[in-house]
């Protein structure tokens, strides 16, 4: 039976606006789809861009840090420390840098820090008379085949016409910047003011005839730029793909068109906190790269210790050697035990940032007191209550407490008796002054200025101390380290 004409217009009426909301709803689909294309083209060209900066940033401040480094070594050449003393220094405050050069007027390699066969530096002639022409330096990239190819260069002139120049390999910086980048991101070059290009990180795999995204970001104090590449479609490949598997079954039905818009909204809500996630993923692996980094710095300081012991150990006379193995063994023993405390103290009070100078010291007098226990030497700590060290500051003012306990147990007790005292307390200006006592025979007596008094003395000029030494009391010795208010923790500084 067929359908009343009133009622079959009414029906008409129905399909036909129902055909029409299918039409609107498939234009606004394609509208939306279009739409957030152009919008992860976009979200993903910030992302390489903010990517690029951060690196520029980092790039930017490892270049800063050589450069001051240099020029103290600088400093210390001509106020007449040994060349390779100096070397020395530039390297143990550097440790990204893959070797420290010391180069005469000509650029020839004069000395290294680490001992290389047939040293060389190579670049454009160009490049080098503006090197030598500047008097604040330059950074440069050049070919250094003994550090094994292309480098970047960091220069700082000296006396004479020479120059200091710290030289960081592609392979050494493309592992630390790796930690900062998105894991898309398959390429990453430093570009110098000449075009010349230093390949911090190669692609994995060879994608010839695909696109990419790029996005370049200079230095704020360097002729260099930072330029990052993606492929285009690893970036854009699951908004495309929901894109083509969208758009054919909005026009099948009215139903699939709902179900699938539906969908799009979920996609959006899941991409919102996908978002979110990325943001702590990228916390995380920032908090990871600064965590490798201090144990890398950690594992770097402990290399040296245990270096220089072995030289002590080499230089001793024959019937002196096996004493001073065990005695160079102990004091590198009380140092690596002395870092280990310091982070142990950090996750034992679940902050990443400052550790308690009381508790640290406390823990620390007891370490040396076992260390020296087969002597009559009491080591005794104190602090004042809410004492806090910053984590860049901590391990600098470890090592120096150490190294003057380790100092007065060894040289001011000839009778194997005595205390030594650690004090802690704030100082003058909002910072803080750590004494160092012992009742022993004091300055006089001491023995000979070596390496424990430059390592002392480059610490403290490391956190911006000033250290100084006299006579206690009653007899004995005095080391007082004053400690400005920027080595301070969080919630402390400025106090």
């Given at each position: ?170 392979s050494l910086l493309g592992v630390r910047l790796s930690l900062l980048m998105d894991p898309a991101i398959g390429k990453v070059e430093l570009v110098d003011a000449e075009g010349l290009s230093l390949e911090l ?295």
């Amino acid at each position: 039976m067929s359908r009343p004409p009133a009622r079959r217009w009414v029906f008409y009426a129905i399909a036909g606006g129902v055909f029409a909301a299918v039409l609107a709803l498939a234009a606004l689909s394609f509208a939306s789809m279009a739409s957030l294309g152009r919008l992860a083209l976009q979200s993903s060209e910030r992302r390489l861009l903010s990517d690029a900066m951060l690196l520029a940033r980092a790039m930017d401040g490892s270049l800063r840090l050589s450069e001051a480094v240099l020029d103290e070594a600088g400093a210390k050449a001509r106020s007449g420390s040994s060349l390779q003393s100096a070397l020395a220094f530039a390297a143990l405050a550097l440790p990204e840098a893959d070797n420290v050069y010391y180069l005469d007027r000509d650029f020839d390699v004069v000395a290294a820090a680490s001992a290389r066969e047939a040293p060389l530096l190579r670049a454009s002639p160009g490049m080098l008379g503006r090197a030598g022409l500047s008097p604040g330096g330059a950074v440069f990239l050049a070919d250094a085949p003994a550090e094994g190819g292309p480098c970047l260069v960091s220069l700082r002139p000296a006396a004479g016409g020479a120059s200091f120049a710290a030289l960081f390999r592609s392979s050494l910086l493309g592992v630390r910047l790796s930690l900062l980048m998105d894991p898309a991101i398959g390429k990453v070059e430093l570009v110098d003011a000449e075009g010349l290009s230093l390949e911090l990180l190669a692609p994995k795999v060879e994608r010839s005839g695909r696109a990419s995204l790029a996005a370049s970001f200079a230095l704020s104090n360097y002729p260099l730029q930072v330029r990052v590449e993606a492929d285009r479609e690893t970036m854009l490949g699951p908004s495309a793909q929901r894109t083509r598997a969208f758009m054919p079954l909005a026009l099948v039905s009215a139903a699939a068109a709902l179900l699938l818009f539906a969908y799009a909204l979920r996609l959006e809500r899941r991409a919102a906190m996908a978002d979110r996630l990325d943001q702590e993923l990228a916390a995380k692996v920032l908090l990871l790269g600064e965590v490798n980094h201090r144990v890398k710095n950690n594992l770097s300081v402990a290399g040296s210790i245990i270096g220089l012991g072995e030289s002590a150990v080499l230089d001793a006379p024959d019937e002196e050697k096996a004493l001073m193995a065990a005695e160079v063994l102990r004091d590198a023993r009380d140092k690596i035990l002395s870092m280990s405390m310091l982070h142990e103290q950090l996750y034992k009070h679940s902050s990443f940032a400052a550790v308690d100078l009381g508790a640290y010291l406390a823990d620390l007098a007891r370490l040396l007191a076992e260390s020296y226990a087969s002597r009559s030497i009491g080591i005794e700590a104190e602090a004042e209550e809410g004492l806090v060290l910053g984590i860049n500051s901590a391990l600098p003012v470890a090592l120096i407490v150490t190294e003057l306990v380790t100092n007065a147990s060894k040289h001011a007790f000839p009778s194997q008796r005595g205390r030594i005292r650690i004090r802690a307390a704030a100082g003058e200006g909002g910072g803080i002054e750590i004494e160092v006592l012992d009742d022993g025979v004091g300055m006089a007596c001491a023995a000979e200025r070596g390496f424990g008094s430059l390592l002392v003395e480059h610490l403290a000029a490391q956190v911006g101390a000033r250290l100084e030494a006299g006579g206690a009391s009653g007899g004995g010795s005095r080391w007082r380290l004053s400690l400005p208010p920027e080595a301070l923790g969080p919630g402390r500084e400025g106090a």
